[in-house]
């Protein structure tokens, strides 16, 4: 069980009321007349977010009253994450329903969390009684998922570079018996070209980190993760503003092993496979240059407008790469483009897919989980923009407008899987949310989990 779960067998803990504009006084009249004129007395409101710990006569602590949303208002799922972080020490239990008790239990587990290895946190000493109904083993999995995402985003790049993310790989592959093969070297330029000319400007040899688990026989799930573990922009610099944070970009790869992490610990039904493009996009006299062109490992044939649409590149060669064996489920994750973001903002990654009815579920789950998607078109008609003069295409626009959905149609060039799904992500929380701490963020993996985990169960 994750360390914010207490165990059935230990003391109920303190009864925390979840308190809103439509149930307040109801909540308050359970309460004995020295409550009542004590919430008064400290001015109490029941409005999202506001905290009274209620006093024993003996001095120790009778309750916790709890602002939430009233319902019919925007309601923050995740609310009661924020308990985690401001409750003295000790086990608490939810004495009446919030508006979904097993997200605020996992925002409890997923708000705890705090990036330590370089500066080391005090860990919230507040606990949950999983209430009843809920599954504490599955949000253990889920808050594990989400840990092991955001350790890997958070960390710089100096520490975090293809070799530690195949480190990272193999220890989490090992942990649940899966087989992880790394091709790399000549090897890598003759089968993964595009995967090799997006890392051959670095020291840090590039590689496809090849992860399978499973048995055959079942339905084959193939996630691919977006591996750039620091993304210069290549020769094609970014401004120093664009790169601060680029040691995220390879949240896709953070989220896919996340993932990966919820749906083996679960033992999903399925023959999961794992595919990372771990690069690092840098500058060097062996850099690929704009103008180059290259023929990927589908035998398209790429020119490079732009060496900082390198994510593309990578995912290209690994999608051709899971496509062949044609499996049931292709999802990948990325920090693909900087259009994503303008479209949707950082807390709504973009989803792409031609299957409408998996579209619909995905979004459905996303709501459910409070791990929104939304969807934007592959728009067909604007394939036309990548075209090349020279070559069957190029990675970037001409333009530049509707950059994510450009995107998109260059990924899917290399995928004939009727059921593939592409999220651009952020893979970043700017500013601390209730169970979103600032820093990394693993986003879709929960939404996709709920879905993998209905169908494969
Ligand atoms: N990793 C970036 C995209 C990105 C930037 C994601 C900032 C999230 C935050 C990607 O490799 C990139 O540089 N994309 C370019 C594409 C362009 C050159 C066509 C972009 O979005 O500007
Ligand atoms: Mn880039
Ligand atoms: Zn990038």
Known sequence: MHPQFAAATEARGTPIWFVHAGNADEVLQA?????????????????????????????GLAGVLFGIEKPGDLIDLFRPGQLVNTLPAGIYRFANAP???RLAALAFAIGAYKFTRYRKGKPS????????????????????????ARDLINTPSNDM???ELEAAARTLGDAHGAKVEVTSGEKLAKDFPLIHAVGMGSPRAPR???????????????????????DTGGLDIKPSSGMLNMKKDMGGAATSLGLAHMIMSRKLKVRLRVLIPAV?????????????IFTSRKGITVEIGNTDAEGRLVLADALSLADEEKPDFIVNFATLTGAARVALGPDLPAMFTDDDALAADVAK?????????????????????????????NNVSTGGLGGAITAALFLKKFVTAPSWMHFDIFAWTASSKPGRPEGGECQTARALYALLSERYS
């Open 161 to 163: 570079g293809p070799d």
């Open 208 to 230: 496809l980190i090849d992860i399978t688990w499973g048995n055959d026989t079942d339905p084959k799930v193939t996630l691919v993760g977006k591996g750039v573990c620091f």
């Open 280 to 292: 690092e996009n840098s500058t060097s006299g062996t850099s690929f240059r704009p103008r180059d």
């Open 125 to 148: 000493k507040v606990r949950l009684n999983v209430p009843d109904g809920v599954d504490g083993e599955d949000l253990s999995r889920i808050a594990e998922g989400v840990a092991l």
């Open 31 to 59: 309460f004995g007349d020295r409550e009542r004129a004590f919430a008064a007395a400290a001015g109490f409101e029941a409005k999202p977010g506001k905290l009274l710990l209620l006093p024993k006569l003996d001095g």
């Open 365 to 393: 789950a996303g709501l459910a989980e409070n791990d929104p998607v939304w969807r934007l078109p592959l728009w067909m008609p604007y394939e036309a923009l990548l075209d090349s003069k020279v070559s069957d295409t």
């Open 99 to 101: 508006h979904d008790a």
